[in-house]
């Protein structure tokens, strides 16, 4: 689940504690990470899906308006999630 997986070490670079855990340092890193991670996926499209024009130019949408919409829709549920750890 994702919130075991972003309680855990790894995910913040090796913090253990979950007050430095979340820090904002530790947040940004973690999405940081993720935004990188992202744009390497992209830049192993293969070839053949890239001629494919309309997917192409979907997937690019997507990416570029859908996703951070997307993102907004769960930032109450990443606030609650945070408190929650937090108590």
């Known amino acids: 689940m994702f919130i075991k997986k972003i ?4 995910f913040w670079g090796g913090q253990r504690s979950t007050r430095s855990c979340f820090s ?6 973690a999405w940081k990470r993720t935004e990188s991670e992202t744009v390497a996926l992209i830049a192993e499209l293969p ?4 001629k494919q024009k309309i997917n192409y130019l ?18 109450n549920q990443m606030r609650e999630a945070i408190a929650s750890a937090r108590e």
């Open 7 to 10: 309680l855990e070490e790894e």
């Open 24 to 29: 904002p340092r530790a947040i940004v890193a």
């Open 47 to 50: 070839p053949e899906f890239v």
């Open 58 to 75: 979907n997937t690019g949408n997507n990416l570029m308006i859908g996703l951070p919409g997307h993102s907004r829709t769960h930032f």
